[in-house]
């Protein structure tokens, strides 16, 4: 499991489910596999866990254990999922939408830019577009808007013209390719910071991470019992936003809805005001997990 992945929050995250001993969970991110067992180390005979994972390496980590039921899946069908194997009401569901360390330390997945290997970033390499298809198929305006959105760049524009320039001579297939293709925009000293925000863009277009973080909140709503709680762990402001928004009212915009009274229909009760962070001696055994947050909230009953 170390060499897979280290759990981030490990004990703050899973002690916020308030897990009772027969109670049905959800582990939307199995990864390494180290909130799941935790989980179920907190689980009686009687207790179940359903633990998703879209990357075929990830199950490999299941733990062997009656109680799970393993999922080759995206988190994003979390409410179809739940349905399928008659689970629902859920008692909690756990979210760590980090991207493994499995992921980043294998050079040829392709999401990292300290190795020259293939430009891929498909967490689930069955289908899909790689980060190579997109570089070299998508429109300057399409990538300038990308590297924006999702990447927060300085110079978005600028990022999307020398890439279209580059592929011009010849396509960008390689981390490698890409990183010369933009080297104009930093120097030695802004380069990580530079490449990290532009693959991390290109790492949320690629596996529509948005899109599916979205549809998990709203599923996850609809399957949790009332007073179930919800567990999620966030590494960049996108989605934290999202989540933050999602618990306030129920929906990823932060936008309050009202009932036929004017009363506010809020969902959740939120149970940290204030997102918790790693300690600062889990930061020096784990860097990646400085910037992690976790938010947790419980489902409200919905009065009729």
């Not at 499995?102 to 891929?120: K, M």
Request: neutral net charge; hydrophobic residues 35%; charged residues 30%.
């Amino acid at each position: 499991m170390s060499a897979y992945h280290v759990p981030v929050l490990l004990n703050e995250s899973i002690s916020a489910l308030d897990i009772r001993e027969d109670g049905i969970y959800v582990d939307a991110t199995l990864g390494g596999g180290g909130h799941a067992r935790e989980i179920l180390a907190r689980l009686g005979k009687k207790g179940r866990l359903l633990a998703f994972d879209q990357d075929s390496d990830a199950l490999e980590n299941a733990p062997q254990d009656e109680r799970l039921i393993p999922v080759h899946n995206n988190f994003r069908f979390v409410g179809n999922f739940v349905h399928y194997y008659g689970l629902e009401p859920i008692d909690g569901i756990l979210a760590d939408l980090g991207v493994s360390s499995h992921q980043f330390d294998t050079g040829e997945r392709g999401f990292s830019f300290r190795f020259d290997a293939p430009l891929d970033m498909r967490m689930n390499r069955m289908g899909g577009k790689s980060a190579a298809d997109i570089v070299n198929e998508y429109p300057q305006e399409e990538l300038a808007r990308i590297f924006h959105r999702y990447g927060e760049l300085d110079k978005p524009g600028k990022a999307a013209e020398l890439i279209c320039l580059s592929r011009q001579t010849a396509p960008i297939r390689t981390t490698g390719d890409l990183s010369k293709a933009v080297e104009k925009l930093y120097t030695d000293f802004t380069g990580h910071k530079f490449l990290a925000k532009l693959f991390q863009a290109l790492r949320i277009e690629v596996n529509r991470e948005m899109q599916a973080l979205e549809d998990f909140l709203t599923g996850s709503l609809k399957s949790l019992r009332p007073g179930g709680r919800l567990s999620v762990i966030t590494y960049h402001s996108l989605e934290d936003r999202m989540v933050k928004n999602f618990m306030k009212t129920g929906n990823t915009e932060g936008v309050l809805q009202k009932d036929f009274y004017g009363k506010a229909a809020v969902p959740f009760e939120i149970l940290t005001r204030k997102p918790v962070v790693p300690a600062e001696e889990e930061i020096r055994r784990n860097t990646r997990s400085r910037s992690a947050k976790l938010r947790v909230a419980a489902k409200r009953e919905q009065k009729r």
